[in-house]
Nanobody, 116 residues
Framework: QVQLVESGGGSVQAGGSLKLSCVAS????????WGWYRQVPGKERERVAD???????KYADFVKGRFTISRDRAEKIVYLHMNTLKPEDTAVYFC??????????WGQGTQVTVSS
């Protein structure tokens, strides 16, 4: 059973930075894609960034140049470095792990609040 646990959320002023972490437990196999998503009340969850097992990285347009996704494969951790935060980045951020042929897993989410 795969479990994902996020940490690192909090409150910060606009222009500030936060680093989110997501630690996986269990067998995550090798063919997988890690992702970060976010959601605000009343809106659909949206993809922020993802990184595949081959190292391919994709970012949503609204975070390009500000956020960086990275992973520590050995420790089964994925990070989201968030810089130049804006009030519109306020959301619950979720970690996602997609494993080919096995499905996907979600963390419980961590709140990020950016004040102006």
């Amino acid at each position: 059973q795969v479990q994902l646990v996020e940490s690192g959320g909090g409150s910060v002023q606009a222009g500030g930075s936060l680093k989110l972490s997501c630690v996986a437990s269990g067998n995550i196999w090798t063919t997988n894609t890690w992702g970060w998503y976010r959601q605000v009340p009343g809106k659909e969850r949206e993809r922020v960034a993802d990184i595949s097992n081959t190292g391919t990285i994709k970012y949503a347009d609204f975070v390009k140049g500000r956020f960086t996704i990275s992973r520590d494969r050995a420790e089964k951790i994925v990070y989201l470095h968030m810089n130049t935060l804006k009030p519109e980045d306020t959301a619950v951020y979720f970690c996602n792990l997609y494993v080919a042929g096995r499905g996907e897993y979600w963390g419980q989410g961590t709140q990020v609040t950016v004040s102006s």
